[in-house]
């Protein structure tokens, strides 16, 4: 079952959420459940606690999965005397501070792992790329300052090189 959850954290991180969910497309509840996935059983900074800025509170509902796993979640952070809100405040503050490319990595995390492997073992892949399926060799992953930041894949399609951006791949096979 899906619970609702609301937590309040300074308005900075507000602006980074805003930030990503504009970048890459998401529905709200999508990316902050994708951050609470892949930050939930990770070691969650204090910093930014101290910031003095305006309060900003959200309201969503986990999804299934992140529900079942949320008192797991908890339990294993070593933070168990924090509660619900504090915790997820906390994890919402690290993904704030973590810089684009390494939230972008947390949100796209299976597609990320996918392309690595193809780039260790120098083989080609297939690749869903703004409604077309691209056979490409993926040679390394480029900060792409054009892009805010973010992450571009460097690949070569019959021996021309080019930049996709990570958050237009749909697919990996």
Same mark, same amino acid.
């Given at each position: ?10 308005? @900075? ?8 969910? /504009?970048?890459?497309? @998401? ?7 994708? $951050?609470?996935?892949?930050?939930? #059983?990770?070691?969650?900074? %204090? ?8 309060? +900003?509170?959200?309201? #969503? ?10 008192? /797991?979640? @908890?339990?294993? %952070?070593?933070?168990?005397? @924090? %509660?619900?809100? /504090?915790?997820?405040? +906390? ?9 684009? %490319? ?9 597609? #990320? ?6 780039? +260790? ?12 399926? /691209?056979?490409?060799?993926? $040679?390394?992953?480029? +900060? ?12 070569? $399609? ?16």
């Amino acid at each position: 079952m899906r619970r609702k959850i609301r937590v309040t954290f300074p308005k @900075l991180v507000q602006e980074v959420l805003q930030i990503d969910q /504009e970048y890459f497309n @998401l529905k709200k509840e999508t990316l902050y459940n994708l $951050i609470i996935e892949g930050l939930g #059983f990770q070691e969650v900074t %204090s910093i930014g606690l101290d910031i003095i800025d305006e309060k +900003r509170s959200i309201n #969503f509902n986990l999804n299934e999965k992140n529900s079942k796993l949320f008192s /797991e979640m @908890l339990k294993k %952070s070593g933070m168990s005397e @924090l %509660s619900e809100g /504090e915790f997820l405040k +906390r994890v919402f503050l690290t993904y704030a501070n973590l810089h684009p %490319s390494i939230r972008e990595r947390i949100l796209y995390k299976d597609i #990320f792992l996918r392309i690595e492997e193809a780039i +260790r073992k120098k083989k080609e892949i297939n690749i869903y790329y703004k409604g077309n399926l /691209e056979k490409i060799k993926p $040679i390394s992953f480029e +900060r792409n300052k054009d892009i805010g930041d973010y992450t571009a894949l460097k690949a070569k $399609i019959e021996n021309k090189e080019y930049l996709f951006e990570i958050k237009d791949i749909e697919y990996v096979t």
